[in-house]
Structures are given as C-alpha cells and as structure tokens.
C-alpha cells in the first residue's frame, strides 16, 4: 500500500467520523431544546418546579431469555389448557420446559421464577390469582 492510499482513506473515515459527530450535535441541540419546552411547560402548571431534582429512572434490564411481550404469551399459553389453577413453580416448569432451558441450575430457575411472577402479577386483566389449599394458584380468565 502506498502512503497516499493510506492518507486517502483515513481522510475518508475522518470525514466520516466528523459527519457522525456533526450529526449527533445537532441531535443534542434538539434534545436540549425539547429539555428547556418541557421545563417551561411544567413551570406553567407549577411555578415552583425544580425541574434539574426530578430523578431518572433507569432503563428496564431485557433478559437474555424472553423477548419483549414473550414471557407474557406463554404465561397465558401454559394455564389456558390446563384443568385446574397452577402454581407458579408448575407454570414456571412448563415454561422452562417450552423453551428448553435448563432446569438443574438452581439461579436461571430462581431468575425465571421472578420474571414470570412478575408478568403474572402485572396481567390481572387476563390472569387471576386463586388461593387453593393455602398456596397461590393461577388461572386464565
């Protein structure tokens, strides 16, 4: 390679890498601005807001296991054809078993657990918490 192949191209990727960073700028600029309406706005509704202490949430964590909206389609799936209420062990089981993961690791088994616990919890649209024999149950209404 000669030395002005190589000039020419790390110009090329450093105009490319300028672009980028030009880009993201103007992208900042906007964000700032849409910071500075929506302070303003909430500043009308309340003229003692102190916008800068309002604390962020952190972003939910995906796990490696489910895609978004997963664990909730197979938590339906698992007690729809079942004959009576199931357990969150029982429905954790099937869906471990559904999706081939391993059950003899005791902390991906404690993971899952929550995560479908979780997503029971959150669908008492569709699904109802039953008490029977003094354990929790589910079932699909």
């Given amino acids: 390679m000669t030395a002005t192949l190589i000039i020419s191209t790390l110009r090329d990727k450093r105009l490319e ?12 600029d906007q964000h700032r601005a849409d910071l500075a309406h929506l302070e303003g706005t909430m500043r009308l509704f309340d003229p003692n807001v102190e916008p800068e202490t309002v604390q962020s ?30 357990t969150t062990r029982e429905i954790v089981e099937d869906v471990m078993a559904a999706k081939k993961l391993p059950d003899d690791d005791a902390r991906t088994r404690e993971l899952i657990h929550k995560t479908v ?16 024999a003094g354990s929790v149950a589910w079932r699909v209404i």
């Fill in 17 to 28: 890498v300028a672009d980028v960073i030009e880009r993201l700028e103007r992208q900042a």
């Fill in 57 to 86: 949430t952190p972003p939910r964590r995906r796990n490696d296991w489910f895609r978004p909206g997963e664990c909730r389609r197979r938590i339906h799936d698992v007690p729809r054809d079942a004959a009576r209420p199931m």
């Fill in 117 to 132: 616990l979780g997503s029971l919890n959150r669908a008492t649209d569709t699904i109802e918490r039953v008490e029977t």
